[in-house]
Nanobody
Framework: QVQLVESGGGVVQAGGSLRLSCAASGRTFSNSVMGWFRRAPGKEREFVAA????????FYADSVKGRFTISRDNAKNTVYPQINSLGPEDTAVYYC????????????????????WGQGTQVTVSS
């Protein structure tokens, strides 16, 4: 059974940082794009970032560009987003997603291009 487990969320003051992680088990994603999405209260799920299978290329939504850095450790089957300069607008449940196919980076921002999803980790930014 494939599982993606996010961790690292919590409550942080505006201007602070968080490092999330997504640990995969049940299959390797070392040849697949991994993505992160978020859903803020009352809003639809949106793309945040994605990373290619060798740690590059990386893709970011305009809303997080410059503040969000995504990396991966294929030996650990884990992806690490680092979020800096957090603001109240970043409050959301953050979801890790993995593609079920390999060696393709197009349409990385589309949620329907990801087969596997984690349960999400809550990030709350207080002002």
């Amino acid at each position: 059974q494939v599982q993606l487990v996010e961790s690292g969320g919590g409550v942080v003051q505006a201007g602070g940082s968080l490092r999330l992680s997504c640990a995969a088990s049940g299959r390797t994603f070392s040849n697949s794009v991994m993505g992160w999405f978020r859903r803020a209260p009352g809003k639809e799920r949106e793309f945040v970032a994605a990373i290619g299978w060798r740690g590059r290329p990386t893709f970011y939504a305009d809303s997080v560009k410059g503040r969000f850095t995504i990396s991966r450790d294929n030996a650990k089957n884990t992806v690490y987003p680092q979020i800096n300069s957090l603001g109240p607008e970043d409050t959301a449940v953050y979801y890790c997603a993995g593609r079920g196919y390999q060696f393709e980076t197009t349409s990385y921002e589309r949620a329907d291009q990801y087969t596997y999803w984690g349960q999400g980790t809550q990030v709350t930014v207080s002002s």
